[in-house]
Nanobody
């Protein structure tokens, strides 16, 4: 499975961005797709996840109400709509896919497939 992330960039505080992650090569290996992020000097952290079949969504508390994860199964693509961005959201964002159990969806080691990362910078 290959994951291709895109959509990062520079945005002012309060602005919005939409990240995309296109999967190819066997999405039947995936039950969850997720977004993680890593800011300079910090560990990679869970942002959001979506169950591929069923569409249930999960969020880190820091992004609830601001970020929305969705998927378009026909295109094998997952999106992360990010609104009301703050400087604290600045990070490299990674999409991930795998077959974690529900209690493990926030752990990056439970995902077998990773995209290359896309930089999101929130700055005035």
């Amino acid at each position: 499975v290959q994951l291709q992330a895109s959509g990062g960039g520079l945005v002012q505080p309060g602005g919005s961005l939409r990240l995309s992650c296109a999967a190819s090569g066997g999405t039947n290996e995936i039950t969850y797709m997720a977004w993680f992020r890593q800011a300079p000097g910090k560990e990679r952290e869970f942002v959001s996840a979506i169950r591929w079949n069923g569409g249930h969504t999960y969020y880190h508390d820091s992004v609830k109400g601001r970020f929305t994860i969705s998927r378009e199964k026909v295109k094998n693509t997952v999106y992360l709509q990010m609104n009301s961005l703050t400087t604290e959201d600045t990070a490299v964002y990674y999409c991930a896919g795998g077959r974690p159990i529900l209690s493990s969806i926030r752990g990056d080691r439970h995902y077998a497939y990773w995209g290359q990362g896309t930089q999101v910078t929130v700055s005035s």
